[in-house]
C-alpha cells in the first residue's frame, strides 16, 4: 500500500507531517502556514477559490461547486483577460 510506504520513509523525517485527503496524500513542513496563507490578497496577489459540492464555511473569494463550474471559470477569465488586452490595441 502507498500509504504506508509513505508514512514509512517519512519516519526519518520529523519535520514532516503527513495529510490524507480524498485520493490524495499530502506531505507538509509543520509550519504555520496553509493554502489560506499562501494567496495574498493584498495588491490582488491571487484569490483563493473552493470547490466543494456542499457549501462550507471558507475565506474563499469565490465557491464553485465542481469541476465543470472551474473550467467555466477558468474560461471567462480568459474571455476577460482577452477582452482587457483588446481595449488597449
Known sequence: M???RVHD?????????????????EVR???DWDKGKAVLREGNRGYGILVSSVPKESKAFKSLRDTSEVKQF??????WKEQMSN???
Open 2 to 4: 502507498i500509504a504506508q
Open 9 to 25: 520513509v517519512l519516519k526519518d523525517y520529523p519535520r514532516l507531517t503527513l495529510t490524507h485527503g480524498r485520493k490524495v496524500l
Open 74 to 79: 477558468l474560461k471567462s477569465l480568459v474571455r
Open 29 to 31: 513542513p509543520l509550519i
Open 87 to 89: 481595449v488597449g490595441s
